[in-house]
């Protein structure tokens, strides 16, 4: 249902799969159910709020405790939903909370969104981290985006409010882009540095909305902090910028019982929504039905021109539709 309103959406089976996915994209929303398998809703609404304050949850229950949804407000969730829902109930929700956090997000943040890093490249950014952080000594390094999210950190960050520290370098990189452009520079400054009385902190921007913090104390010599800093950059952005969703997502056929196929057709600017929810239960939101395949279907793969398929009546309807207008989206003007 959710893709059919043009929102590109990720389903995790449990919180534990969640977890492991969060932190490789950036999410415009979480929905999670509150009975799942393993750790439950509430766990992963602290795990998420620990790493990203400003992400929006949807807790979604059967069981209408009101203790337990007061639980979840109070714990940081957006709002709830007691099944079974309306899908406009679900459609109002999700609108209204998406639309708050794009507006929540600092000018700029937005291009550099629609991240996605698989464990390959991750543990590659995450070995990049550590070895900057053994050549300067520093007390941590840090690769956020500008809402706030941590992408992945190395150090002590225990004690940083990285939500509110990822918007202010965001907003940083805006300021210093316009006095690049009163003295006459044809692009932003590619590093911001603040030295403190007890830490410093150098900033670089790896991609648009993506930065690498590095916190360091007075006893660092500067000229090592921007040697090792600059270099890291250097092999980030290839990294980045490869992870980086292209306009135009390829469409990843999966198992018709999988609720949301992921990515859809859509424009790169499509809101993403993180659906975590057990595979079991799904009576809100039914996934389509898949086309029926014939008993005495050949063991060789048969191949069928889009004319034969468009004649053979065996794509839904509905389906041909929500192509069209994703289609009919990718040659709008810009």
Do not use: C
Not at 46 to 61: A, N, Y
Not at 152 to 160: M, P, Q, S, Y
């Amino acid at each position: 249902m959710l893709s059919q309103q043009g929102y590109e959406v990720e389903e995790a089976e449990n919180a534990e799969v969640a977890q492991n996915l969060l932190p490789r994209r950036f999410f415009d929303l979480v929905i999670t159910d509150l009975q799942m398998p393993g750790q439950d809703g509430l766990t992963l609404l602290r795990e998420i709020k620990s790493r990203s304050p400003q992400t929006p949850v949807i807790m979604l229950t059967a069981h209408g405790s009101m203790n337990v949804v007061v639980e979840a407000l109070r714990g940081g969730a957006s709002d709830f939903l007691t099944k079974p829902y309306k899908p406009d109930e679900l459609f109002n929700i999700v609108a209204r909370e998406v639309s708050r956090h794009r507006q929540s997000l600092p000018p700029g943040v937005q291009e550099g969104l629609g991240l996605q890093l698989n464990a390959e490249t991750l543990d590659a950014i995450e070995q990049l981290l550590v070895n900057l952080r053994a050549e300067i000594n520093a007390r941590s390094v840090l690769l956020i985006a500008g809402n706030g999210s941590v992408i992945t950190a190395k150090g002590v960050v225990e004690d940083i409010n990285i939500s509110a520290l990822g918007a202010l370098v965001a907003g940083d990189f805006a300021a210093t882009a316009g006095i690049a452009s009163l003295i006459g520079e044809e692009e932003a400054f590619k590093l911001n540095f603040h030295e403190g009385a007890q830490y410093s902190i150098y900033s670089g921007q790896v991609v648009p909305g993506i930065y690498l913090l590095v916190i360091f104390t007075q006893d660092i010599r500067l000229g090592a902090v921007l040697f090792y800093t600059k270099e890291t950059l250097a092999k980030l952005r290839p990294l980045v910028e490869a992870a980086l969703i292209p306009a135009v997502p390829v469409v990843k056929m999966t198992a018709p019982a999988v609720a949301a196929v992921e990515p859809q057709v859509a424009p790169q600017t499509a809101p993403v929504v993180a659906a975590v929810e057990p595979q079991v239960a799904q009576e809100a939101a039914p996934a389509p039905s898949a086309p029926a395949v014939a008993e005495e279907t050949p063991a060789s793969t048969q191949l069928f021109s889009f004319d034969e398929l468009l004649k053979s009546g065996a794509l839904d309807p509905e389906l041909l539709s929500a192509l069209e207008n994703q289609f009919a989206n990718l040659w709008e003007p810009a």
